[in-house]
């Protein structure tokens, strides 16, 4: 799987129910484009987008399942049950917040439950180095730096985080994907000069609300 990715661009097609885009049809049609574009994957949300996306596109998938789960923080495939409906889905790897929130199920039972039960390798979207060390230990597949500048711990950082991925890169053996807030072709080609395996790219290609503000801002 490693051997498709390695060096390119996977592009998060997501747009949640208050965003313009929601709808599965909308996302098969970013999927297409970015193919068309030169993606060498995709990223996709929730069972009925990642399904459509599958159908139609012949890369690999990167599935993840948001929702929320009163009284926990992480939102990102929380439990094993919302990993078994993204395989079902057609997702290739799975991801799943791997930070050290508050979850209602162990990270390491997710984990191993996705791997050997549904045969699947899994990507941990981290925020700090101790949990991508943790994510390591715990025999992740992949280490995402996604959720860097989301967490309580990480509203500071830089982004996107260089330093982190650096880190990562040079201290752990696990793949490490940069993704979160990488905005121009010149940060991703920064990122995987640093070694990064290969890059994911969400809302600076495909939400077009978020493109328009940035150009709004720049021109005042």
């Known amino acids: 799987m490693l051997n498709q990715l390695k060096g390119g661009l996977v592009v998060s097609c997501q747009a949640l129910e208050e965003e313009p885009l929601h709808g599965s ?16 994957g995709i990223r996709a949300n929730g069972f009925s987008d990642i399904k459509a ?13 948001k929702k929320d789960y009163p009284g926990y923080d ?6 094993k049950e919302d990993a078994k409906l993204v395989v079902e889905a057609g997702a290739d790897i799975i991801a799943v917040d791997a930070t050290h929130s508050s979850r209602p199920e162990k990270l390491a039972e997710v984990v191993h439950y996705i791997q050997y039960e549904l045969k699947r390798p899994v990507m941990a979207d981290i925020a ?16 995402g730096t996604t959720l860097s500048g989301y967490t309580v711990d990480t509203t500071h950082r830089e ?7 650096k880190q990562l890169v040079n ?25 990064a395996d290969f890059i994911v790219v969400g809302g600076a290609i495909t939400r077009p609300q978020l493109i328009t503000k940035t150009f709004v801002k720049g021109m005042r």
């Not at 992480?74 to 439990?79: E, G, K, Q, S, Y």
């Not at 700090?128 to 280490?143: H, K």
């Not at 490490?176 to 940060?187: D, K, L, M, W, Y």
């Open 25 to 40: 049809e909308h996302m098969v049609a970013m999927a297409k484009a970015a193919v068309e574009g030169g993606s060498v």
């Open 53 to 65: 996306i599958k159908e139609v596109i012949p890369l690999p998938v990167i599935g993840i399942l």
């Open 74 to 79: 992480v939102f990102i495939t929380p439990t």
């Open 128 to 143: 700090t180095f101790a949990e991508g060390e943790y994510a390591e230990s715990i025999g992740c597949d992949f280490i």
């Open 159 to 165: 982004r996107p985080d260089f330093d982190l991925v």
């Open 171 to 195: 201290e752990l053996n696990t793949p490490i994907i940069a993704e979160g807030n990488v905005e121009t072709p010149e940060q991703a080609k920064k990122l995987l000069d640093f070694g």
